[in-house]
């Protein structure tokens, strides 16, 4: 029997997922699995028994990622779960920065009661005219499950698409139209695209990317669509261009104190990934995962963590060892196993961690599981029981 709890509202179309064997719980100490979105949990003292952690969506700033790590905690995320919901989003913020969309609703809304507001339509729509998306260059900084989807989008939009990624994936590769311009150098998007779009995590590397120096490379009047984190953005610096006239519009998701109502700025409220669709996406995903990895041991979309997949457990016997990724780990294992007959093994790493996974011909002894345990170097062992 496995405990989860619910650290945020979790949609029901991921939690009816979870089978009899699982038990909601209201106490964290008594946890395997959390579910959250949001919740920051940095502060939290996670319990010996936690086991798992899934984000429903792909963020984890809010994660302990590290003492996660060391503690033998897994990490998942749902990439690419809520991509089209952002996916549609930032057509809308690229429609409302191209045309003044807002600014006219806005007008026709104070004509409430106004006997002559067709008539004075005509005349006052030249103030909120603007320019299509047809023939633009769009510049996609990351192509990952969200870039590529708006990249697709675009060229079927007629948009001119650069797309920058150096750590492109196969599978993103493969989903990526051929009409894409995929570019080396994220400068050449700077000097030449109308539009820019990022969809990079935050990292030491990536905050603050857009910057004065990034600014001044860009064409005048450019578009800047930010539906990934505030702070990959200087913003003081975007809006310094704004007024400057560099910048054309900022669009952004995540209002904050520099850029909630100034000029130039369209801010939306953090709904990038706010439609029912996503949410029940991202909860289906989150709830799979656990299930696979609890159950069966088997790792997908870990964010600190490999990927480490055998399949459905139907070995008499299953390890899973969680250990540091150094030098003959895999010797020290099989010394201790050299008389057991190991029947299928994966280990794979991921920075400074690695997992193994064992399947054994017979049911794993408690004095063996203790002898893993004891190796220098290894975090946590289990014992996975064929379901």
């Avoid at 719980?25 to 959250?36: G, I, K, P, S, W």
């Avoid at 047809?134 to 001119?160: E, R, W």
């Avoid at 599981?369 to 996975?384: F, M, P, Q, T, Y």
Wanted: charged share 25%.
């Amino acid at each position: 029997m496995y405990r989860y709890m619910c650290m945020n509202q979790i949609s029901e179309v991921g939690i009816s997922n979870f089978t009899e064997k699982y038990v909601k719980t209201d106490n964290v100490q008594e946890a395997h699995a959390l579910l959250v979105r949001s919740a920051d949990l940095h502060q939290a003292e996670l319990p010996d028994k936690l086991l798992a952690i899934a984000r429903a969506g792909a963020g984890v700033n809010n994660i302990p990622l590290e003492e996660c790590s060391q503690k033998g905690i897994v990490v998942f995320n749902t990439p690419g779960a809520n991509a089209n919901g952002v996916k549609e989003l930032v057509f809308a913020g690229m429609l409302l920065a191209a045309r003044d969309i807002i600014g006219g609703a806005n007008w026709a809304a104070s004509r409430e009661g106004d006997p002559e507001v067709a008539k004075k339509t005509e005349k006052e729509k030249k103030r909120f005219a603007g320019s299509e998306l047809l023939g633009k260059k769009l510049g996609i900084i990351g192509l990952g499950a969200i870039g590529v989807q708006v990249a697709n989008a675009a060229y079927h939009f007629g948009m001119d698409v650069y797309g920058f990624d150096p750590y492109i994936s196969v599978e993103a590769a493969w989903n990526l139209s051929r009409n894409i311009h995929h570019i080396s150098d994220v400068e050449e998007i700077y000097r030449k695209c109308d539009y820019i779009t990022i969809h990079v995590p935050l990292t030491d590397s990536t905050r603050h990317m857009i910057d004065a120096k990034a600014l001044e490379m860009m064409k005048p009047g450019v578009v800047i669509v930010n539906y990934s984190r505030d702070l990959l953005v200087d913003e003081e610096a975007v809006l310094s261009a704004i007024e400057a006239g560099k910048v054309h519009r900022y669009v952004t998701d995540f209002p904050n104190a520099v850029t909630a109502g100034k000029p130039g700025v369209i801010a939306t409220p953090h709904l990038g990934a706010s439609t029912a669709e996503s949410e029940d996406n991202c909860a289906a995903m989150a709830v799979n995962e656990l299930k696979n990895f609890l159950e069966h041991g088997n790792i997908r979309n870990s964010v600190n963590y490999p990927n480490c997949d055998l399949g459905k457990c139907t070995a008499p016997g299953r390890i899973a060892i969680y250990h540091r990724n150094v030098k003959k780990m895999i010797s020290r294992f099989a010394e201790i196993l050299s008389d057991t007959n190991i029947r299928n093994m994966s280990n794979t790493s991921k920075g400074a961690y690695a997992y193994t996974l064992i399947d054994l011909d017979e049911k794993a002894d408690p004095e063996i599981l203790s002898r893993l345990e004891a190796i220098e170097d290894v975090i946590k062992v289990r014992n996975i029981v064929k379901q």
